[in-house]
């Protein structure tokens, strides 16, 4: 079982749609999670943290379920610079180091 | 400000050579991360190197292996290189040791394996 689990995609949803994205994640004990945005060809961005209770920024919310090792984030309003590879990312403490584990990515398509 | 650099941008090798790419960390920030993404597999972890000293490493064999200098610049190096080592290499950094998941990448270097 891989650590970080997305579903590929694509995504393709219009504009102006809500679209969920779930990420599970194995180790038990991981510490903190994160969701990362890559655009086709750049480099990985922070999106935002994951809190156990929730959190929100914008169109895009992020909630953690700890006793179901899942992860997601959902985007309201999709608009067509949403369209992106989004990443999610478990920090798991390693014989008392940390160590980012990255899921493979969902890929999301905001149509016109 | 300057972001995280990486170089060269573009690495062709054959089989069985060594490779050597380069990373300049955010000024300030001393932890460097190394991943490797190829096509389909996501972001893989390489290593990580904090003030100096590697702190974890990944699923990586030997021939995988790097080093961090003292103004944190940060080198990787492949040796007998396989094909299947055809990837983008991207290096993040972040400041000092911390699990708050920001992590701040370059561009990437890209090997190509013929």
């Known amino acids: 079982r891989k650590e970080v689990e997305q579903d590929p995609g694509p995504f393709n949803v219009p504009e102006g749609a809500t679209v969920a994205f779930n990420c599970t994640y194995s180790?038990?004990?991981?510490?903190?999670f994160f969701w990362y945005r890559q655009d086709c060809r750049k480099e990985p961005k922070l999106l935002m943290s994951?809190?156990?209770s929730g959190n929100e920024d914008g169109r895009f919310t992020a909630q953690l379920n700890r006793a179901s090792q899942y992860i997601s984030l959902l985007i309201r309003d999709s608009k067509l610079s949403d369209s992106a590879t989004y990443l999610c990312?478990?920090?798991?403490?390693?014989?008392?180091?940390?160590?980012?584990?990255f899921g493979t990515g969902t890929r999301l398509k905001v149509l016109a | 400000e300057a972001g995280v650099t990486q170089s060269p941008t573009h690495l062709i090798k054959t089989r069985g050579q060594q490779a050597t790419l380069r990373c300049s960390p955010i000024?300030?920030?001393?932890?460097v991360y190394w991943y490797q993404q190829a096509l389909g597999l996501g972001l893989q972890f390489l290593l990580w190197?904090?003030?100096?000293?590697?702190?974890n490493r990944g699923n990586f064999p030997p021939r995988f292996s790097g080093r961090q200098f003292p103004n944190y610049s940060s080198e990787l190096n492949v040796n007998a290189l396989e094909l299947e080592d055809s990837a983008l290499y991207l290096c993040?950094?972040?400041?000092?040791?911390?699990?708050?998941?920001?992590?701040?990448f370059g561009e990437g270097s890209r090997l190509t394996v013929l």
């Open positions: 190197y904090d003030e100096g000293e590697e702190r």
């Open positions: 994951v809190y156990s």
């Open positions: 180790n038990s004990a991981s510490q903190s």
């Open positions: 993040a950094s972040s400041p000092e040791l911390t699990n708050t998941g920001e992590l701040f």
């Open positions: 990312v478990v920090n798991d403490r390693d014989s008392g180091t940390y160590k980012y584990i």
């Open positions: 000024s300030g920030h001393t932890s």
